[in-house]
């Protein structure tokens, strides 16, 4: 069963996306499989055949809308739900609908942080009415990406068969329902193309429809009608090539701004479509200020290194030490506890086991029975299903962007009763919590965890990992603390990548960068900041562990 819940489409684009994406899979909630919520307090003016209720059911309120609850795991995210609606129409309707996902089914699976589409459908566009500034971003974008071409790795899956499409055998290939007009594949003279292993981006991808093409598409419409947003001649172009699509035409009838498309997509000419020059590649939404081939890590390290060195931090060691009474017996425990369950062996599991062993041993010391402690960037649940175990009081929450790895975790803990499973990038989870742990937050990760930590004024207990991806980020910015607010970016991103290196003083470096973390914790208000090591520091390169709690929250 796919519960999925959305506000009030008629103020929330990211819902209007999810509901023309349902309606083009021709999903409905008169099947037993399938069920749409509208969270409304009444005045929605068209209910699209959904349910409306005036508040969200509890097991959906833990993260932001639009989500999805399936098989007991809660889903957040415009392309997290919409991915998850289109493998469930793929699932019960027709298997023609997964190539909407792209090759190997990859498209929107990346992290908003690190993939440009999608950065452009979680932030960009459905925050555009209201910021001029993020709508010229957005349409930029779009503009450059629309003249531009893909390289043909990019979508193997779909141009396989294209040379059936073009000599008129479109059933020969299963993803034939969902290219472009054979009028235009044929005018586009594809062979010239394919010989440069490039494919022109008709749509959003190449020359086949995609779930970018199914959320951008109705966002776009949204603005144009409603904020009266004028369309560029490519994106005009692109919305033309989408509407002579018979599925999308029947989608349309269900939406306000159906008399907009209908009246623009009637100047259509294939001439039209194609004009136009095309670009070599589109650019980067998302991009690092800073380029480390142009810094020395040999000229500048040790001055760096000084800036710290006289950077005195507000923070001490640990006052439990960490030493060998932290040893479990896992022998005795439960299987669904041992990393083993998840074909670790050898010194791997050894080494996971004593990573365990250290955390588990701080948390201790500061957990209450009753609070809620989240896992984040769980992973399959190594650290999250362990305090289950030991923590039988408290509730235990995991969340995790990667859903392989959080349905792992779901078979793990199958016979615990307090552990709730959320798949979602970190800021979609908008829950009350008392404690936030991480087992090797990769790189701003860790950044990440504290600040939403702090948002709660919660405890954490984190090991971070993999220092030099540290990047100035959309809500990060480096050094985190004021008090090294003189260090450039530069500077401060070479010394995260020399705590990545073992040739170099990379003890020195992640000390350095912790150090500045946790005085950011205290200038925002944590009372009390620790640093430990785990127990035995050969267990990881990556063996700090950072805490702090507010006055009264331990």
Known sequence: MLVVGLSNPSCCLKSEAIIFIIKFCGLSNQTDDFRCIIIDDGNLENDFNCDVVQKIPVDMSACSLPSALRDGILHAGLCSVARLIIQHAAKHIDGK??????????????????????????????????????????????????????????????????SDVLQSKPNNCLECEFLVEKEILRELELKNFLSNFVIPNVVCVGVCISVLDLIVLPIICHLCVVHNFTLSDTVLRW??????????????????????????????????????????????????????????????????????????????????????????????LPDHCNPSSTALSGKRLLRKQQQLESLLSVIRQIVKPGKIIVDFCSGSGHLGILLAHFFPFCQIYLVDNKLSSIEIAQKRCSSLSNVQLFNCSLNRFISHFDIGVCLHGCGVATDLVMAACNERKAAFVISPCCYGFIQNARSLRFPRSNALAHVAFPQYSALSKCADDIDRDCEHAMTAIDADRLQWALEQGYAHTFSTFMFPKTCSTKNHIIIGWQSGAV
Request: net charge negative; charged share 20%; proline share 2%.
């Open 97 to 162: 609908y997964a190539s909407l996902l792209g090759h190997n089914q990859v498209l929107l699976k990346a992290n908003e942080d690190s993939s440009d589409w999608r950065h452009l459908c979680e932030n960009l566009l459905p925050s555009a009415a209201n910021d001029v500034e993020l709508l010229k971003q957005s349409v930029n974008f779009l503009n450059f990406n629309f003249k531009s071409k893909s390289h043909i790795s990019q979508i193997k899956k779909y141009v396989r068969g294209l």
């Open 239 to 332: 919305l033309k090539v989408l509407h002579l699509n018979d599925r999308i035409k029947q989608t349309f009838v269900y939406f306000s701004f159906h008399q907009y498309v209908c009246s623009t997509s009637e100047l259509y000419t294939s001439d039209y479509i194609l004009s136009g020059n095309l670009l070599p590649t589109c650019p980067k939404l998302i991009s690092n200020e800073f380029d480390d081939t142009a810094f020395s890590f040999d000229m500048h390290m040790d001055d760096i290194l000084n800036d710290f060195h006289d950077f005195v931090i507000n923070s001490n060691d640990w006052p439990i030490s960490l030493s060998e009474d932290i040893t479990l017996d896992w022998a005795i």
